[in-house]
């Protein structure tokens, strides 16, 4: 079975600056995908930033990108020019290749943003 | 296009009793799935549903159970309510189309629900 461990639980970093999240996972899967997911302080979840294992270029989405390292099984989240509406709770996710949607999510890591 | 919904959001139940929560998907998708969140054990996934049929299961005991309706709608069910449920309930809808490119999931807000 996969595991998805977050290592931090609590972060925080101060308005513009930069502040990286840790995720390791554990798979015996050669493809897959990985996702970050926001989730605020009582609104839904979203999704961040993905990566398909396949793909040797990290992922970017604006000031969100994505440090893949498939044979260290690490997959850690980098946030650029750090803003308030960026605090919350991070959660980590692997999903197989193949026809079940089933995430398997990592503890999360509280995001704090100090002005 | 109108998100994930979830009926109700909040829910106060006593143990012993059950409860349905319901789950309407983003227009269009097929794949309904279902995670409990607490404190404790973080996020679980429940099951997952696609066209109808349970495609997954997670490793939670017989009194959770779900189905799925033919417009993609979909309902889990907690029976004998035991405290150790109370819990943030979240939907995730996606085209679920296996593995080819719609492997994004929406989230829906969540369904609070409080044994007591």
């Known amino acids: 079975a996969q595991t998805v461990t977050q290592s931090q639980p609590e972060m925080s970093v101060q308005e513009a600056e930069t502040v990286t999240l840790s995720c390791t996972y554990d798979t015996s899967e050669s493809d897959y995908y990985l996702f970050w997911y926001k989730q605020p302080p009582s609104r839904q979840m979203i999704l961040v930033i993905r990566q398909e294992a396949y793909k040797q270029q990290n992922a970017t989405e604006n000031r969100f990108s994505v440090n893949f390292q498939k044979a260290a099984k690490s997959f850690s989240l980098k946030i650029s020019d750090s803003q308030l509406g960026d605090a919350a709770m991070y959660f980590c996710a692997y999903r197989s290749v193949g026809g079940s949607e089933k995430l398997v999510f990592g503890k999360g890591t509280k995001l704090t943003v100090n002005p | ?116």
């Not at chain 2, 006593?14 to 995670?35: A, D, E, F, K, N």
Request: proline content about 4%.
């Open chain 2, 1 to 116: 296009k109108a998100g994930v919904t979830q009926t109700p959001r909040y829910l106060i139940k006593t143990r012993g009793q059950q409860v349905t929560l319901s789950c309407s998907p983003i227009s269009g998708h097929r794949s309904v799935s279902w995670y409990q969140q607490t404190p404790g054990q973080g996020l679980q996934f429940l099951f997952e549903y696609f066209s109808e049929t349970q495609r997954n299961k997670g490793n939670f005991p017989g009194r959770f159970s779900g189905r799925q309706f033919s417009n993609s709608r979909s309902e889990m069910n907690v029976s004998t309510l035991e405290l150790g449920d109370s819990a943030l309930y979240l939907c995730a809808s996606s085209l679920g189309q296996g593995f080819s490119y719609s492997y994004e999931q929406y989230f829906g807000p969540g369904t609070r629900l409080t044994v007591t």
